[in-house]
């Protein structure tokens, strides 16, 4: 989803969906709409030319258009990226392969509920040490500390729909944020767009207002957070003194045969701990000056993509490592 030809692929998908919607609103031939079409399936873009001109004009988006009017080729070339900006392809592709991204994790996280339920079915009526502040407290049941797990997962899946509310939003705002090269059109068209698109039509361009990314970033880093406690428990449970919880093809170690270590586990702890920092990176990110900002939006480039991989990556981890527990007495 984050890579080189992913992106390519949302920005080609923006350019052919901003043609319909303004030959829809009879901004440009509707003919010009086929001749983009074609151009963009025949498309193959020079990828030495692409990469000089994103060090030297900080994005892709001119060198792409560029190459693209010349697949297109004839009188509709000029008919291409008209209105819109830079921005708006780059920012629009994001959220358009974001759109896949929150897919992928409802999905995990669904899986691992039920992961988490079948080990509740199994083990949850035994008795079980309870710990705070990693003391022994009072007596609890396996189905307590499974709870605790699960249960912050599924507030975190009851979240997504806000998440998706604050994401998936059409960015078409034009140089400016205006949409001046549209005058009465500009709504008409970004009706459209976002209908072509699947996506949310805001009141205002949104360039540099990225309220929206952070409630996902925050969104991420919670839920990478809670898979890290799931992670932080077992490692605990799987010491060799309370063997509360046995983990299947846990790594071994060069120099004592006797240890089964948790690696799994750890790296669960690990990700969590990375995934806060990228949250805390991107809230920099936020601050744009005035209409828009390169040293932001390049920090978010940055960011957000690292997330997003992590957060994926802790919850399939999650699973596999819920699939990997035994139990002394289960």
Request: proline share 4%; glycine share 10%; hydrophobic share 50%.
């Amino acid at each position: 989803m984050f890579s080189l030809e992913a992106e390519l692929d949302a920005m080609l998908c923006f350019e052919v969906a901003l043609a319909g919607a303004e030959a829809e609103c009879g901004l440009i031939p509707g003919e010009a709409v086929g001749a983009i079409v074609a151009g963009a399936e025949a498309f193959r873009p020079d990828m030495e030319r692409l990469a000089a001109a994103t060090a030297r004009d900080g994005l892709a988006v001119p060198e792409l258009v560029r190459q693209l009017r010349a697949s297109v080729g004839g009188e509709h070339a000029e008919h291409l990226h008209k209105g819109t900006t830079s921005q708006d392809v780059i920012d629009t592709a994001l959220v358009l392969r974001l759109a896949a991204l929150l897919d992928l994790l409802e999905h995990r996280l669904g899986t691992l509920l039920e992961r988490f339920e079948m080990l509740a079915m199994q083990v949850g009526q035994m008795p079980l040490t309870g710990r705070t502040r990693m003391q022994q407290a009072l007596p609890v049941t396996y189905g307590d500390r499974i709870a605790a797990w699960a249960d912050p997962l599924a507030r975190q899946r009851a979240r997504l729909a806000e998440v998706r509310d604050a994401v998936l939003v059409l960015q078409f705002g034009g140089p400016v944020g205006t949409l001046s090269a549209f005058g009465d059109a500009a709504r008409p068209v970004a009706e459209a767009l976002g209908r072509a698109l699947g996506l949310k039509v805001p009141e205002r361009s949104w360039q540099s207002g990225r309220d929206g990314l952070s409630v996902l970033s925050a969104w991420l880093a919670t839920t990478a957070g809670v898979a890290g406690k799931f992670g932080q428990d077992v490692a605990l449970m799987a010491q060799n003194e309370l063997a509360e919880v046995i983990v299947a093809g846990a790594g071994g170690s060069s120099a004592m045969p006797h240890k089964q270590n948790p690696v799994a586990a750890e790296v669960l702890v690990s990700l969590a701990r990375f995934a806060a920092t990228l949250d805390g990176g991107f809230r920099q990110a936020l601050v744009h000056e005035q209409e828009r900002s390169g040293a932001a939006w390049t920090l978010e480039w940055l960011l957000l993509p690292q997330l997003c991989v992590t957060t994926a990556r802790s919850l399939g981890l999650a699973i596999e490592l819920a699939d990997a527990l035994d139990f002394p007495a289960g």
